[in-house]
């Protein structure tokens, strides 16, 4: 799958998000990457910043949090292109709620892990 065609997969699993949900992400930016990280090649997301849960009164000044999806990884695990729009909906909603403070074990609960 082109890198094109993958991240309109992105921003068809963005645009699934609630209107409501979506104007809370604050200071956080989403980019698509072929490749995850080189100690953990078979990352599919990964959310790094300051969740909003653990945000106070000092919080002020810092870059924004960045959403990573992967497309390589993705792609590698994916039999279909059904599959593929499955994982990256996934994987956005999941790396969309450590924005919001949810953990791993909360997001697994949901169905999202």
Same mark, same amino acid.
């Given at each position: ?8 997969? #992105? ?6 998000? !609630? ?11 989403? @980019?698509?990457?072929?490749?995850? !990280?080189?100690?953990? !090649? *078979? ?18 000044? #810092?870059? !924004?949090? *960045? ?9 590698? =695990? ?5 599959? #593929? @729009? %499955?994982?990256?909906? =996934?994987? #956005? @909603? ?7 403070? =949810?953990? %791993? ?9």
């Amino acid at each position: 799958m082109s890198a094109d065609a993958f991240e309109e997969l #992105v921003n068809d699993a963005l645009d699934s998000v !609630p209107d409501e949900i979506f104007a809370l992400l604050d200071n956080c930016i989403i @980019v698509i990457e072929d490749d995850a !990280p080189a100690d953990d !090649p *078979q990352l599919l997301g990964l959310y790094e910043g300051i969740p909003l849960t653990e945000r106070d009164s000092h919080y002020g000044g #810092v870059l !924004p949090d *960045q959403i990573r999806i992967f497309r390589n990884p993705t792609l590698a =695990i994916c039999d279909t292109f059904e599959d #593929v @729009v %499955d994982e990256v909906h =996934i994987t #956005v @909603v999941h790396e969309i709620a450590h924005h919001f403070g =949810i953990d %791993d074990d909360r997001l697994h609960d949901l169905g999202y892990a």
